[in-house]
């Protein structure tokens, strides 16, 4: 379980060394936006596979807090304060924010939890399309400044003005994200938050505190579910009401359950795959989310593990086959 | 006092459809323990469909109102043998994963069919009557009418035939039913096209007042899944009179209040009602 065989490895070095090498063969601006923003999704997706796939509270909140820390770097960065502190900032209010939702909403279950957290997303959603003064209302917030550049001693100052620099952050983002959602997965604490999904009342018995497990995974999703959005905010440039809408949060719910839920891979996988497999599809227009929706019902009827849950039942027949 | 009666006026009305559209949701909730989410979106199909038949294929408000009814029953079966039956065994969730994907699928057929922009039914009846300073048009009245009209009619359904009695057999017991020879699945299916056709009974009254559009169900949708909530679970009084409170809150809000912010006294009330209470109101302990 907690190492991978060496072919694995290689794979993994392999995508990494695609992704790092990624601005030299990708020349299209578009695309390479797409890129960048897959990356902010696969943040916000492997936050949400914490609390939904790990967990297994369904919170429909997530594209609500996506859109706390954008509307939060957003205000913060217009009043002057430098981005590298509203982004904690606003991830801190995020998941400050997520504390309080989550203290009586967390007290339900099941259909219940994900009922609370979704009316608490339309809210919100409400809230911003209508609270001109702080939110500029349905248009939203316009000319989010870039991230001020780091001054490194020797190599001189790392600039964000350009599509490339984004992208580094980016992805430096999602590394670090993956990298401490691994340790948390592999962790007792992780451990515990599988044995809460899977047996609640067992857990409870083993001694296991359900209500403050469920509790600190909402948060820490919360958390890094609004530092995606400040980064969001900050390569965009500009953030509105959808930003904060439940269909931000069905989004991240496709690529989640797709890609394959309760599996580390399987968010990133989900958060790349779908908005590129959209963008090609662009010529179906509207019969995209056709296709889309009918899929969602069909994996999770037939593949509830999704692409990557798949994969790793058909390799493990292989392996049984092999032995044979 | 004139703008208060009309308020309240709008607010049974509104109520009306909410009540219909509730009853519809926790006759699925209740008896199948389906978290049925693309509700909503039956009731917004059932609109075009009127719309389809009504207005494009021509055969006027009433026989549109009849083919939307049995259509929408008929794509509530399919959906409960489809989607809903192979995932009788799974987490709870999945099945709440697979209506939003039911429902993105009914959101974008109706986009892709009838397109974004919003459509209009004509008024068969717009006449308008005025009573103790009250503007009442002929078909806001009619909501109201027929609300009340199928209520009655579903009660005495569930109560005085043997159809509606099997569902409520297996609401209350479902391996009970099964050992007294009811058939389940039959049940299951029936309970789907009762809980469709109820929904396009709701959204065939209101759509000559109100633009049709493919985002309409999902706010509904919603609401009804308060309502049901704060009603209990399967109770069908719960159901009704939910709707209507939660109609006259929200024109009252909405008229004295803030009629932006409107749609938050609902989900507010239920964050806080679920806070103290995680069951619901009434509701049964473990769902």
Wanted: aromatic share 12%.
């Amino acid at each position: 379980m907690f190492t991978k065989p060496v072919h694995t490895r290689l794979l993994y070095a392999a995508i990494l060394i695609a992704a790092l090498a990624l601005p030299w063969y990708v020349p299209d601006a578009y695309i390479f936006q797409i890129v960048t923003m897959s990356l902010i999704f696969a943040i916000a997706v492997s936050a949400m596979n914490l609390i939904i796939g790990f967990t297994g509270q369904a919170s429909l909140a997530h594209g609500a807090f996506f859109g706390i820390g954008a509307y939060g770097v957003a205000i913060m960065t217009k009043a002057g304060i430098s981005f590298w502190l509203a982004l904690p900032a606003a991830a801190l209010i995020a998941a400050f924010i997520g504390f309080f939702v989550g203290l009586p909403s967390l007290r339900t279950r099941g259909s219940y939890f994900a009922i609370v957290t979704l009316c608490f997303g339309v809210i919100l959603w409400i809230v911003a399309g209508n609270w001109i003064e702080l939110t500029g209302g349905h248009n939203g917030i316009f000319g989010i400044p870039r991230p001020s550049p780091i001054p490194v001693p020797v190599v001189g100052p790392i600039e964000f003005f350009t599509q490339t620099p984004l992208y580094y952050l980016a992805l430096a983002a999602l590394l670090l994200t993956i990298f401490v959602l691994r340790r948390l997965v592999f962790s007792v604490f992780g451990l515990s938050l599988m044995a809460v999904r899977n047996n609640e009342p067992l857990a409870d018995a083993v001694g296991i505190n359900p209500f403050a497990t469920k509790l600190i995974s909402f948060v820490i999703a919360n958390f890094i579910a609004g530092l995606a959005g400040g980064m969001y905010a900050a390569i965009i440039g500009a953030v509105s009401p959808s930003a904060a809408g439940y269909m931000m949060t069905f989004n991240f719910l496709i690529y989640l359950i797709l890609g394959g839920m309760a599996t580390l891979s399987g968010p990133v996988v989900g958060a790349f795959a779908i908005p590129i497999i959209m963008e090609f599809m662009q010529f179906l227009g509207d019969f995209r989310m056709l296709i889309f929706g009918a899929l969602l019902v069909f994996v999770i009827i037939y593949f509830p593990q999704g692409f990557v849950g798949g994969l790793r039942q058909l390799n493990q027949k292989v392996a049984a086959w092999r032995q044979q | 006092m004139e703008l208060f009666l009309q308020q309240v006026f709008n607010g049974i009305m509104f109520g009306s459809t909410y009540a219909i559209v509730a009853l519809g949701l926790t006759l699925v909730m209740g008896i199948l323990n389906i978290p049925n989410f693309a509700h909503g979106h039956l009731y917004m199909l059932g609109g075009y469909l009127l719309y389809y038949f009504g207005v494009t294929m021509g055969l006027g408000y009433w026989f549109g109102l009849i083919f939307s009814v049995i259509c929408l029953g008929l794509v509530g079966v399919l959906m409960e043998r489809f989607i809903y039956r192979p995932l009788n065994n799974q987490p709870h969730i999945n099945a709440f994963i697979a209506a939003i994907g039911a429902l993105l699928f009914l959101e974008a057929l109706a986009l892709v069919v009838w397109g974004p922009q919003g459509l209009r039914v004509p008024n068969p009846h717009p006449q308008i009557v005025h009573f103790l300073g009250m503007t009442i048009g002929i078909q806001r009245l009619l909501v109201i009418m027929g609300a009340v009209a199928l209520i009655m009619a579903l009660h005495l359904f569930m109560k005085k035939t043997i159809m509606g009695t099997t569902i409520e057999a297996v609401a209350q017991n479902r391996e009970g039913a099964m050992l007294t020879g009811i058939n389940v699945n039959r049940v299951s299916a029936m309970t789907f096209a009762i809980s469709a056709a109820t929904a396009a009974v709701a959204a065939s009254l209101i759509s000559p007042i109100f633009m049709l559009s493919p985002a309409m169900g999902a706010i509904l949708g919603m609401k009804a899944f308060v309502i049901v909530i704060l009603g209990g679970m399967g109770s069908i009084p719960g159901a009704i009179l939910g709707g209507y409170i939660l109609g006259l809150i929200e024109a009252l809000g909405g008229g004295y209040i803030s009629a932006a912010y409107k749609d938050v006294f609902a989900f507010g009330a239920l964050i806080l009602i679920l806070s103290i209470k995680p069951t619901g109101l009434f509701g049964k302990r473990e769902v």
